[in-house]
């Protein structure tokens, strides 16, 4: 994904965060497993992590790689839920400071990572200042992912009505994640800080009650930063649309993407 040309909305999320923590999904195990295959990270090295949600790759990280975690959330209310989710960790360090700020004392670090944060990141700094922060070898690692609802009837009709003037939300059925992943491959060869990327793709079936659906829907910066009012009619339009559809599932193709990048020698 590109840098974000929405900046002033980035911590929109902090209004919305008991909904960020009920309904984003965390990155699944395969996706991790691929990750340190190509970054061999290995346990107690240091990790820093932009933009950490609630935990959405926290959580993962720490169960599948034992690697010590600084997580960056400037959010309060996120940062909160973070810190509830992580409070029995140790190897959890949980700070406030945008990338931007943040002074780099805990490194330097084994990897740089970030799960659907990087583009709100200011690009003139994001990808220098994390090669700054590496180790020799050290790894960026970009991930996201874009969910789709997999029934083409009711994708359609919410494409057409419930988002309507939400374009944001629109979604095709494929959602090409390869153009997205190589947009941000582009952005890390012309900072001429890392060798060539890597980019791992991945599918996941996900499915929510109506309530988590809307509960996710109104998690995103677009829905986030919406009036009271314009957020309450988009949600109706929703819940009208599941009902007319008879929808008590709401089937998701979540499709994910990580991109990741060795920092080269200078
Ligand atoms: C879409 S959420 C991603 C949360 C989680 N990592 C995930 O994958 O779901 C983006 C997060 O980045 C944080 N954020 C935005 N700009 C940031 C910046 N410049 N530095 C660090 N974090 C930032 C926001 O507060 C928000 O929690």
Redesign the pocket.
């Known amino acids: 994904m590109k840098a974000n040309t929405r900046r002033d909305h980035?911590?929109a999320?902090?209004t919305v965060a008991e909904a960020y923590d009920r309904a984003?999904p965390q990155v699944p195990a395969d996706m991790v497993d691929s990750i340190l295959e190509l970054t061999r990270l290995t346990a107690g090295e240091k990790v820093l992590e932009?933009?950490?949600?609630t935990g959405?790759?926290t959580l993962p990280l720490r169960r599948q790689a034992g690697v010590k975690v600084i997580a960056?959330?400037?959010?309060k209310t996120?940062r909160a839920l973070l810190e509830k989710n992580t409070a029995t960790d140790a190897m959890v360090t949980v700070r406030g400071e945008?990338?931007?700020d943040y002074d780099g004392g805990d490194g330097p670090f084994a990897a740089v990572v970030?799960?659907?944060?990087f583009h709100?990141?200011?690009p003139r700094v994001s990808y220098g200042k994390a090669a700054d922060l590496l180790l020799q070898n050290g790894y960026l690692v970009l991930?996201w992912n874009v969910p789709t609802v997999e029934d083409q009837a009711l994708r359609v009709a919410l494409n057409t009505r419930a988002f309507a003037g939400h374009p944001d939300f629109v979604r095709g059925e494929d959602p090409r994640v390869e153009l997205l992943a190589a947009d941000c491959v582009e952005e890390i060869n012309a900072s001429g800080r890392y060798e060539a990327p890597r980019v791992e793709q991945r599918r996941e079936n996900l499915s929510f009650t109506p309530d988590d659906y809307v509960t996710l829907l109104i998690s995103y910066a677009n829905a986030a930063v919406l009036s009271d009012g314009e957020r309450r009619a988009l949600v109706e339009g929703v819940r009208a649309l599941l009902g007319e559809h008879g929808v008590d599932e709401v089937k998701v193709v979540n499709a994910l993407y990580a991109v990741v990048a060795r920092r080269s020698e200078q």
Do not use: M
């Open positions: 980035r911590l999320f902090d984003r932009i933009g950490a949600g959405q790759l960056l959330e400037p959010g996120l945008l990338f931007e970030s799960g659907n944060a709100w990141v200011d991930l």
